[in-house]
């Protein structure tokens, strides 16, 4: 069984920046594209950005807008998502997860592993 296991959420002002990571456990962790999502009280949890197994292709959310970038080190089996410029409509549950297979998925139904989540706050 796959864990991933979140870590690099606070609180922070807006405007600032945030650097999360998901450590993974498992040997193949380059032969499975991976993604984060978001989760705001009250709201759906929404994709935020995808990428795939070797790291070649990313996808973003509308809203991110040039502000976040994905990126894996599959030597580390670990995934970040660096976040500037952040908002305060940004506060939310920050969410791993590993895709069904090597490409990138922009839907939840295309993950298969969730981790706990990082809690993420900005204030204004």
């Known amino acids: 069984q796959v864990q991933l296991v979140e870590s690099g959420g606070g609180l922070v002002q807006a405007g600032g920046s945030l650097r999360l990571s998901c450590a993974a456990s498992?040997?193949?962790?380059?032969?499975?594209?991976m993604g984060w999502f978001r989760q705001a009280p009250g709201k759906p949890r929404e994709f935020v950005a995808g990428?795939?197994?070797?790291?070649?292709?990313?996808y973003y959310g509308d809203f991110v807008k040039g502000r976040f970038t994905i990126s894996r080190d599959n030597a580390k089996n670990t995934l970040y998502l660096q976040m500037n410029t952040l908002k305060p409509e940004d506060t939310a549950i920050y969410y791993c997860?590993?895709?069904?297979?090597?490409?990138?998925?922009?839907?939840?139904?295309?993950?298969?592993?969730w981790g706990q989540g990082t809690q993420v706050t900005v204030s204004s």
């Open positions: 997860a590993r895709g069904s297979s090597i490409g990138v998925f922009t839907a939840e139904s295309g993950y298969i592993n």
């Open positions: 498992g040997r193949t962790f380059s032969g499975y594209g």
């Open positions: 990428i795939s197994g070797s790291g070649g292709y990313t």
